[in-house]
């Protein structure tokens, strides 16, 4: 029960009004904050256990797949990064939930993908698995993208519905959560 209660205090926290570039502060930061953690410090405290361990004998690194990962890593973090802009700058707010948008927005990779953010996030981990060469940390970002979606997704899904009702009820059936679509939505009051 009180799991409930911390994760509907956490996904109800509207951000206090701000000026368009100061969520745009707030949300590069939280970016950079966030890769930091999650798609740098802990993949290579992975990947140095991973190699002093029996698993080091999945390593696959090569040029290719550095490459790859990099080219991976570099695409979903600028397209990310153009999502929590858009989040910062249409919304009034940022992606995080305990500052999150007043407005629901549906613009740029929002109108074919429900969570680009998230999407793109996942990817990125994979990226960094690929530079690594690490099949332990392909398999942390893709164990992230589970956890999102089933663990993190139902609570912001249900904010979302409560604070934009019938407009995001309207999106959430026209736009899949996890593979983008090929023709844009069109929001009815466009």
């Known amino acids: ?61 090569n040029f290719f797949c550095v490459a790859a990962g990099a080219v991976v890593f570099s695409a979903c973090g600028a397209v990310g990064l153009w999502c929590g802009v858009l989040l910062a700058a249409y919304g009034q707010g940022t992606p995080l939930p305990f500052d999150s948008t007043n407005k629901l927005v549906i613009r740029g990779p929002y109108r074919y993908v429900r969570n680009p953010m998230a999407l793109l996030s996942f990817a990125q981990g994979v990226g960094v698995g690929l530079m690594l060469g690490s099949p332990v940390v392909v398999l942390y970002a893709l164990a992230g993208g589970v956890y999102w979606n089933y663990m993190l997704r139902p609570w912001e899904e249900l904010d979302l519905q409560e604070r934009f009702g019938s407009q995001f009820l309207d999106y959430e059936k026209s736009v899949r959560c996890w593979l983008p679509g090929i023709n844009p939505y069109e929001p009815p009051d466009s």
């Open 1 to 61: 029960m009180k799991v409930f209660f911390l994760c509907k205090y956490i996904y109800s926290r509207q951000a206090k009004s701000a000026s368009r570039s100061w969520n745009i502060i707030k949300t590069l930061v939280q970016a950079l904050s966030l890769w930091s953690v999650f798609l740098l410090l802990v993949p290579l405290i992975l990947n140095q256990f991973e190699l002093v361990s029996p698993l080091s004998a999945f390593h696959f690194a």
